[in-house]
């Protein structure tokens, strides 16, 4: 078995939640647009990119739009939600989630970023993570939306690992997937399951410790 030397963490759902305001923001433009949706189909948009998401969107709506009217759709709910997350705080970080990637790098485990957002560098700022880290693979590094595994086979490239030594903390199906299409051990963030595929399952990070950590290696 070979030794576990870096956790990956995906961004929204494990450390914050800005799912909140992705619904929001998300659910504003399709309004705009004439319709609307769930907060049950907004569950399908997790971990999913801004173009396939607002694809998903407009498909429920049985809207259809242009490329160049997808962009600037799609510009336009970012700029909604930047304005959302640019008022974060660190009361905002999910129980546990600092104190884990504390222990974390006391034991000297390498720590990256592995988010489809494309904004996930101002939101670890305004939460004052961002030092936890070193090194972070978002949606401006990575061209292809989990389950496609380029996101923490990126993260493990940049820290200079091989993927099978590397952890992988998601709250999403389609994360547990990538982590899995990686060669990566995944702990999912959630319900059993629905997390079936992970190597461990717990309920946040409140729950994991070095203990449960070091049984993956």
């Known amino acids: 078995m070979s030794k576990i030397k870096a956790c990956i963490f995906d961004l929204d759902g494990v450390i914050v939640d800005t799912a909140v305001y992705h619904y929001k923001a998300w659910r504003r433009l399709a309004n705009k647009l004439g319709f609307d949706f769930t907060e049950e189909q ?5 971990g999913v990119s801004r173009v396939e998401s607002l694809k998903i969107i407009l498909s429920w709506g049985g809207v259809y739009k242009t490329e160049l009217e997808m962009e ?19 009361s905002e970080i999910l129980p546990g989630a600092k104190e884990f990637l504390a ?17 996930s560098e101002m ?25 496609d595994p380029e996101v923490f086979l990126a993260g493990a490239k940049a820290l200079a690992v091989e993927p099978h030594e590397c952890v992988v903390f998601e709250d999403a199906i389609a994360g547990v997937e990538a982590a899995k299409a990686g ?3 995944a702990v999912g963030i959630g319900k059993e399951e629905v997390l079936k595929e992970a190597d461990l399952v717990v309920s946040g990070l409140a729950e ?8 993956l290696s």
Do not use: C
């Open 183 to 185: 060669k990566m051990k």
């Open 42 to 46: 907004n569950e399908e948009l997790k």
């Open 208 to 215: 994991m410790t070095i203990e449960k950590l070091q049984t």
């Open 103 to 119: 222990t974390v790098k006391e034991h000297n485990y390498l720590i990256a970023l592995g988010s489809a957002s494309k904004n």
């Open 72 to 90: 600037e759709l799609a510009a336009l709910k970012n700029k909604w939600y930047v304005a959302m997350i640019k008022e974060m705080t660190p």
């Open 123 to 147: 939101i670890l700022n305004q939460i004052r993570l961002t030092s936890y880290f070193d090194v972070l693979i978002d949606g401006n590094k990575v061209t292809k939306s989990k389950p």
